[in-house]
């Protein structure tokens, strides 16, 4: 009797007990070494003297200015990426025009260069010996070593997370209920607003919390385009730095457990939205399929 007869399911490779848990031991301890470990360690080391330590440290002004500048930047930078991010998954998947390849294309550029090489190249652009930064300097304009460059460098990492989760997305639902909306009389406005959003907008939060993590995270291209000013233009990672330069490892420990923190709410935010279906494993199946499935 054959396999589809007898209702018996073929064997898989690695289904034997031995290697399955031999292969499931090895994950967990990679996991615990190189994931639980350092996060322990951080904890451990935060409160290595004490609550009054810890607190003298999260208090002190120039942490209190680094938190302060990390979350000013991400008030600025996640809600610009958000309008991006949606308005290339509009373009890239409501649309069909000559060079639709090559803005996804650029749109992946950030993904695939290094943050220190972005810094330097916004030195480049912006620097008093860059393209603009000439024209910068005698209209008084500030770009390099202050809030502005801090933005555009977390700006140009970050740009690709909101679009990156749309545009699967949109690609598979289609555009046939924008089509009929349009159809009955509905503006591009009311459209969006009444159709396309509450199809995306679990995938739109997702996006967005990845954004808001890496902006609140990055270190390599605001550490070349801040200047590393203490108390001026140090974001919190930058902060970090500092401290553990200055011999201040637990200080140091102590502001990283905020970034820790914020992982950790990263991870529990991004597990929530992906029960709500947002992320890649969650992906809808066409508007056909959908419809199909609907008629049986």
Same mark, same amino acid.
């Given at each position: ?112 260069? *290094? ?22 300097? *005698? ?14 460098? @977390? ?27 349009? *159809? ?38 605001? @550490? ?42 990263? #991870? ?18 066409? #508007? ?7 008629? *049986?």
């Amino acid at each position: 009797m054959s396999q589809a007869t007898s209702g018996r399911r073929p064997p898989r490779v690695g289904d034997a007990p031995l290697f399955k848990y031999a292969l499931i031991g090895v994950v967990l301890l990679l996991v615990l070494f190189f994931v639980v470990a350092p996060l322990a360690v951080i904890g451990i080391e935060a409160f290595s003297r004490g609550v009054p330590y810890f607190a003298a440290t999260i208090t002190d002004p120039d942490t209190r200015h680094a938190i302060g500048l990390t979350v000013l930047t991400a008030l600025i930078a996640v809600p610009v990426n958000t309008i991006f991010g949606v308005a290339a998954a509009w373009a890239l998947t409501k649309h069909d025009f000559r060079g639709k390849r090559l803005l996804t294309i650029l749109i992946e550029i950030p993904f695939s260069v *290094s943050p220190v090489v972005a810094g330097v190249a916004y030195l480049f652009v912006y620097g008093l010996q860059g393209i603009f930064g000439p024209a910068l300097d *005698s209209a008084g304009l500030k770009i390099l070593f202050a809030l502005p460059g801090i933005v555009l460098a @977390s700006m140009f990492v970050t740009a690709p997370f909101v679009a990156r989760e749309l545009i699967p997305l949109m690609q598979a639902q289609g555009r046939d209920l924008e089509e009929a909306a349009t *159809s009955l009389g509905a503006s591009g406005m009311r459209t969006f607003l009444s159709v396309t959003l509450p199809n995306i907008k679990w995938a739109l939060l997702y996006g967005v919390v990845l954004c808001n993590a890496r902006v609140m995270g990055e270190f390599g291209a605001v @550490s070349i385009v801040s200047g590393n000013i203490r108390g001026q233009t140090n974001t919190l990672p930058l902060h970090i730095e500092l401290l553990y330069q200055d011999y201040n490892a637990v200080g140091a420990f102590a502001a990283a457990s905020i970034l820790a923190t914020l992982a950790l709410v990263t #991870l529990v935010a991004k597990v929530l939205l992906e029960r709500q279906g947002a992320g890649r494993r969650n992906r809808p199946t066409t #508007l056909a399929g959908n419809t199909s499935e609907k008629n *049986s």
